[in-house]
């Protein structure tokens, strides 16, 4: 069941008290309900990929404090935080075993929150895999003997989404995860997302330069800046925001 992400005054600085100090993160607070996909916007070095290794737990914050549903996350261990939270990189091969099929991969990922070890996969578990694969509309399920390395980059993205959402994440971080695709590629393993999301009501952050993406998926927008908010749309207010309008904000430092 997805669960709810608030974060309250999270501040990372790097190389802190030397003239190279960088504040990534400044008091950063953010709220987001369970269920509420949300796009991430913003320029290098504006927080996002701070934001999301914290999350992780790829890094400790400086100050502040994050809670994944009513559990407290801020110091938990990141394997501890892999169980309940599935996360999708740039990279089709971030992430997976190309070297074990399609199948394997799909088994580790199930097995996720109910064991630490691997099992054979039985046919009961081998017709659920066809079937979520059928639903990605890109063949997949006739290719589970496949290595995934063997895989179309689109073809490893969508399977790498399946095995990130497949045993259902409280939260569900996607980086870019389209930006290396060819345009029908990215196309195609956008709709999933945003249908695969939907559909099981997954807390979801999204981190895209896409503006077009960013207004279409999910129901609010964020924009960083500075290690902080710059923008938060929802609403009416994001309904009438156009992508050439989200782009001069975006490139002319205008949050107002």
Do not use: W
Not at 1 to 21: C, P, V
């Amino acid at each position: 069941m997805s669960s709810s992400l608030q974060i309250h005054g999270l501040t990372k600085r790097f190389e802190a008290g030397t003239i190279n100090e960088k504040l990534a993160l400044d008091h950063l607070d953010l709220s987001v309900p369970a269920g509420q996909f949300v796009t991430v916007l913003g320029a290098n070095g504006s927080g996002k990929t701070t934001l999301f290794n914290l999350i992780l737990g790829k890094m400790l914050p400086d100050e502040g404090q994050i809670l994944l549903g009513e559990e407290d996350i801020t110091y938990q261990k990141d394997y501890r935080r892999a169980l309940n939270i599935g996360c999708l990189f740039q990279n089709p091969l971030r992430g997976t075993a190309p070297n074990m099929t399609l199948e394997e991969n799909l088994a580790l990922a199930y097995t996720r929150k109910a064991s630490r070890s691997f099992f054979a996969v039985n046919r009961r578990d081998n017709a659920f895999f066809r079937d979520q694969l059928a639903q990605l509309g890109m063949g997949l399920e006739d290719r589970m003997k496949t290595r995934m390395g063997l895989l179309s980059g689109g073809q490893r993205q969508a399977a790498s989404l399946l095995m990130a959402t497949i045993a259902r994440p409280n939260l569900l971080l996607l980086d870019e995860h389209t930006a290396a695709l060819d345009p029908g590629a990215a196309e195609k393993v956008m709709a999933v997302t945003m249908e695969i999301t939907a559909r099981e009501r997954i807390t979801t952050l999204m981190i895209t330069h896409n503006m077009e993406n960013a207004l279409r998926a999910g129901s609010r927008t964020i924009l960083l800046s500075g290690g902080r908010i710059a923008l938060d749309l929802t609403g009416s207010k994001r309904a009438r925001m156009t992508s050439g309008t989200l782009a001069e904000i975006f490139y002319g430092g205008r949050a107002g």
